[in-house]
């Protein structure tokens, strides 16, 4: 199930949970084995074999469990940027990538328990069989991070606010489960915007070097009538290892003509294939100008063809 961007709703008669900089991911867990598929189903089981140790926290239990694959920073914070070092997907890491970037899954909902189908019933009940879930104190690889009961969404968003995180998820307590859809249910209010488009273009850094890094990217999303329109530079977000990274991944894409339907008109941006999707932060989007105070996030194993135009201001 897929939350839907909005505003934090009023009073206390909900569960608020921290929204993770990760990847969303689902665990299957059958007969000692742990499968793992991203969010489209692709199996990525392979690209995060530590996860396997999750059949060591929860013992002999068969269990479907949604949550985010990630990456924790030097302060216990997810970091997207961080996980990304263990891409491209399908990949089987070495083990030195493995020590030095290891990830776990935060689980914040189970669809299946021994068997029985629990997507209908309540968000409380399916917390509480989650809870129950493990039978360690504390595993390596799987955290089951604890709701917000009894504040306000918007309280609770001015706490993670000040530690740095993502935002958060505000869910109905008696919610069921629907696979697959984006609900009302489920308030995503991240601190700031974020989207996911489609990169269309590039400009080079400047300096030293700067012909084997990205300096910003050129991105888009669809219109109403399905036309691919650019609408935004984003210069800030990266690190070194990234501008070289996606540099090296946009030449074989390079193209001659611009791949938008509207006009761009800028000096330097070199057109590419629209094959890659970017998450972007933004903090504010009017119709027919572009994005402002952009930042990159990272890279997501999305469609490109369903990358749509945020919602105008």
Not at 9 to 31: L, M
Request: glycine share 10%; aromatic share 6%.
């Amino acid at each position: 199930m897929l939350a839907t961007l909005g505003t934090p709703p009023q009073g206390t008669g909900r569960a608020v949970e921290v929204k993770a900089d990760g990847q969303r991911g689902t665990i299957v867990v059958a007969d000692g084995a742990v499968t793992v598929f991203s969010r489209n189903g692709t199996d990525v089981t392979r690209t995060f074999p530590e996860l396997a140790g999750i059949t060591a926290a929860i013992g002999d239990r068969r269990v479907v469990l949604d949550g985010e694959i990630v990456a924790l920073d030097a302060q216990g914070r997810p970091s997207f940027t961080r996980l990304q070092r263990r891409w491209p997907q399908q990949r089987r890491p070495g083990a030195d990538l493995v020590r030095s970037v290891p990830v776990r899954f935060w689980a914040f909902d189970i669809l299946h328990a021994d068997g029985n189908d629990v997507t209908e019933q309540p968000y409380t009940r399916r917390r509480d069989l989650l809870d129950d879930l493990t039978v360690v104190d504390k595993s390596r690889v799987l955290t089951v991070p604890r709701p917000m009961l009894g504040v306000t969404p918007s309280d609770a968003l001015d706490a993670v606010a000040a530690h740095g995180m993502e935002g958060v998820v505000v869910k109905e307590l008696d919610s069921p489960y629907r696979p697959g859809e984006r609900s009302p249910y489920w308030i995503k209010v991240p601190i700031r915007a974020s989207i996911e488009l489609t990169i269309v273009g590039y400009w080079n850094a400047g300096g030293p070097g700067g012909r084997t890094r990205v300096g910003s990217l050129l991105v888009a999303g669809h219109d109403q009538t399905g036309d691919l329109m650019a609408i935004g530079q984003v210069g800030t977000g990266f690190s070194d290892l990234t501008r070289r990274t996606l540099h090296a991944q946009l030449q074989p894409l390079r193209c001659s003509t611009a791949p938008v339907a509207n006009h761009v008109d800028v000096p330097g941006v070199r057109f590419v294939q629209p094959q890659l999707v970017a998450e972007v932060a933004y903090r504010e989007y009017v119709a027919g100008r572009w994005l402002r105070h952009t930042s990159f996030k990272g890279l997501r194993p999305s469609n490109p063809s369903q990358t749509l135009l945020p919602t105008p201001a």
